[in-house]
Nanobody, 117 residues
Framework: QVQLVESGGGLVQAGGSLRLSCVAS????????MAWYRQVSGNGRDLVGL????????YPVSSAKGRFTISGDTAKNTVFLQMNSLKPEDTAVYYC??????????WGRGIQVTVSS
């Protein structure tokens, strides 16, 4: 069973920065993708950033482009999300996700990020 441990969340003032970390363990198959999602209470999870085994990245949430940077190493099962110039609307629970070579997805428990105005 894959276990994902997220860290680095918390409370920050608008304009500040946070760096989220995620470490995965227990995957039987190689991890192809690692990603960060976020969820505002009552809404679905939105994909914030994704990194592939080859190092390609994408940021589907337009508001994150230019402010958030995903990095990491799927071979080492680690992924980071550097979040700069945070805004109150970035407040959410952030989830780490891995997708292995069989396309099986695993999720972390989530970590709260709160941005005060």
């Amino acid at each position: 069973q894959v276990q994902l441990v997220e860290s680095g969340g918390g409370l920050v003032q608008a304009g500040g920065s946070l760096r989220l970390s995620c470490v995965a363990s227990g995957s039987v198959f190689p991890i192809d993708e690692m990603a960060w999602y976020r969820q505002v209470s009552g809404n679905g999870r939105d994909l914030v950033g994704l990194i592939t085994r080859s190092g390609d990245t994408s940021y589907p949430v337009s508001s994150a482009k230019g402010r958030f940077t995903i990095s990491g190493d799927t071979a080492k099962n680690t992924v980071f999300l550097q979040m700069n110039s945070l805004k109150p609307e970035d407040t959410a629970v952030y989830y780490c996700q891995t997708v292995d070579s069989t396309r099986f997805a695993s999720w972390g428990r989530g970590i709260q990020v709160t941005v005060s105005s």
